[in-house]
């Protein structure tokens, strides 16, 4: 027991009684019920208790004796007591997701398989429209093992060599080579899977030849550049540790170009994008003339097509059996896609890529809810890597599965057709596949994290969690506790249901916050975890930041089930 004392104006201070963390109710129980007479767990039954509740089903006795020598175990006993067995139960190596696991998706499929995790305007500092280049977000990104670099390439100011910059905005640019460099020392420090850098190109032939010989020069052999277009697309595997380049062929350069200077008005009139990204996308089939000028070296090196073709979206999104390629639809082109073409979306993204980017209006440089994309198979959602807020910790919470290693194999029913060649439909009303059951037991750390005052000036803070799950429509629900009244370490003790009908695709979000009765109620942290990689049992769950960074001491004691 500590006290704590409040300030309240010059002459009047509250005090609070600060009580230690004990173990809830339930984790009394079941000590009680796995140790002996004598108040200590054994061996044996801290084993038992490990496959029995925890679920694991390969522990071993050498795993349970690790446990008790590294928390506190009685020598004389050879056991743990209740203390112990809680503090082992509330720390840091016994997390929701599995990190002995690693990478253990099949990663032998091709690229059009998996989720990727993508980053949208990669060398952005901040807003879309006057922060400063730099390669400082790609590092940042890289060692987050996002594996979808974007870079925007114009020419600099005397036409003699490339600067990445948000065209038509105040951004500071950058120097492309500044970047290439980046991207080549920290491209793998947190992933082996490949990397690929997408280039909104608007270069003349000259300089788009300088762009392949830069490229060339700094990845070497680490670049994959197939001699002829590929009839499917390679697996993350036979990648390892490669850099592929990803944009339109050059010729559209020219065409593009020639539409641009005839249409300008009617553009800039239409313009619901800051810069049009692949809007500018003209025919992809060969033409003669355009590849007389075309700078040949630069086309080489594109391992990875783009380009929308002729006519609408139907065109768009044919299959070629004997060509894969990528296609880039806006955030509002998508939505409205899924009305129309749901079905011809999802067998496109069986073969093809398909990458999302956000609506040009969202120059805070905030996001937009990735499942649109996900659950239609597209693979690569691009988010701006600087956009905290809700659909950004979406995105950390879908790759943290798979040993987040930037890669995530996307479920069957995305990949696969029916017995009457149907394919999925994420609307359709589906049978529960399996029932999530969530204990929120308590949190704490936050006296540790954050100062006296942080959260409330007169008393400690009033914590309640929210949860819920982000998926198919069906499935998305919202949840919360009681309120905590002046209590650093709350004690909720509450349980919560969702039936999930595609758990493969379901997330579990969880945020604290403080509730304030005259005021915003107070961010307290947060984190978003794949259900399918959700280990069962008692879990010690770290909570993050706004920015995803996780904090040293707080997290939360919870149980999760499949029943």
């Known amino acids: 027991m500590s006290k704590q004392t409040y300030k309240v104006g010059f002459f009047f201070r509250r005090q609070f009684t600060m009580a230690a963390a004990e173990a809830p ?9 796995y140790s002996d007479d004598s108040g200590v767990m054994s061996v044996q039954n801290l084993h038992r ?22 928390h506190g175990g009685d020598s004389k006993q050879k056991g743990l007591q209740l203390d112990g067995f809680f503090k082992c139960l509330f720390s840091d190596v016994n997390p929701p997701l599995d990190p002995k696991i690693g990478i253990h998706h099949e990663m032998t499929a091709p690229l059009s398989h998996y989720y990727i995790y993508t980053g949208h305007n990669s060398y952005l500092t901040g807003n879309q429209l006057s922060s400063d280049c730099s390669d400082v977000p790609i590092i940042q990104a890289l060692q987050r093992s996002v594996r979808v670099i974007e870079l925007d390439i114009w020419p600099n100011s005397d036409k003699d060599d490339i600067e990445v910059l948000h065209g038509r905005t105040l951004t500071a640019p950058v120097a492309l080579i500044k970047c290439l460099r980046s991207i080549k020392e920290h491209a793998f420090s947190a992933s082996e899977y490949p990397v690929v850098i997408t280039l909104e190109d608007h270069l003349t032939p000259d300089l788009q030849e300088k762009v392949a010989e830069m490229i060339t020069q700094t990845f070497g052999d680490m670049l994959f550049s197939p001699s002829e277009s590929l009839k499917e697309l390679p697996s ?7 850099v592929m380049i990803s944009t339109k062929p050059p010729k559209e ?3 593009s170009k020639e539409v641009k200077e005839k249409d300008d008005t009617k553009k800039e009139a239409e313009q619901d994008d800051i810069d049009e990204e692949e809007d500018e996308d003209e025919d992809d089939e060969e033409d ?10 630069y086309k080489r090196l594109i391992a990875i097509h783009a380009g929308k073709g002729k006519g609408g979206l139907s065109d768009w999104l044919r299959v070629d059996l004997n060509k894969v390629r990528r296609l880039s639809l806006s955030e509002p082109e998508l939505e409205k896609a899924v009305d129309t073409h749901a079905k011809e979306i999802i067998r496109f993204t069986q073969q093809n890529l398909l990458r999302i980017y956000p609506k040009g209006i969202r120059v805070d440089s905030s996001n937009y809810d990735p499942f649109v994309g996900w659950m239609h198979g597209a693979q690569m959602v691009a988010f701006n890597m600087q956009g905290y807020g809700r659909s950004l910790w979406l995105m950390h919470g879908m790759f943290r599965a798979n040993g987040g290693c930037g890669y995530v194999k996307k479920p069957d029913l995305l990949l696969k057709a029916g017995p009457n060649n149907e394919v999925f439909d994420p609307t359709a009303n589906l049978p529960v596949k399996t029932t999530l059951k969530v204990t929120v037991y308590m949190g704490d750390g936050w006296d540790k994290d954050f100062d006296q005052t942080h959260f409330d000036t007169y008393s400690p803070p009033d914590f309640y969690a929210k949860l819920g799950i982000a998926g ?27 039936p999930l009908t595609v758990p493969e695709l379901a ?20 984190t978003c975890l794949p259900v399918a990689e959700l280990r069962q049992g008692i879990r010690a769950v770290p909570l993050y930041d706004r920015k995803g960074e996780k904090y040293s001491s707080v997290k939360l004691l919870m149980r999760f089930e499949f029943i």
């Open 507 to 526: 997330l579990l979000r969880i945020k604290v916050l403080d509730y304030n009765l005259s005021d915003k109620d107070e961010f307290a942290g947060q």
């Open 25 to 33: 109710a339930d984790i009394k129980n079941l000590f009680k019920r």
């Open 288 to 297: 003669p003339k355009s590849e007389k000028k075309a700078a040949s070296e």
């Open 236 to 242: 993350p595997e036979s990648l390892r540790k490669r």
């Open 472 to 498: 198919v429509p069906a499935d998305e629900v919202k949840k919360r506790t009681k309120t905590m009244d002046d209590n650093w370490i709350p004690s909720w003790d509450e349980q919560f249901e969702f």
């Open 49 to 70: 208790f490990l496959i029995e509740i925890q679920k694991e089903k390969n522990a071993s006795l050498e795993n349970a004796e690790a446990i008790i020598n590294n």
């Open 253 to 255: 350069y020219l065409q």
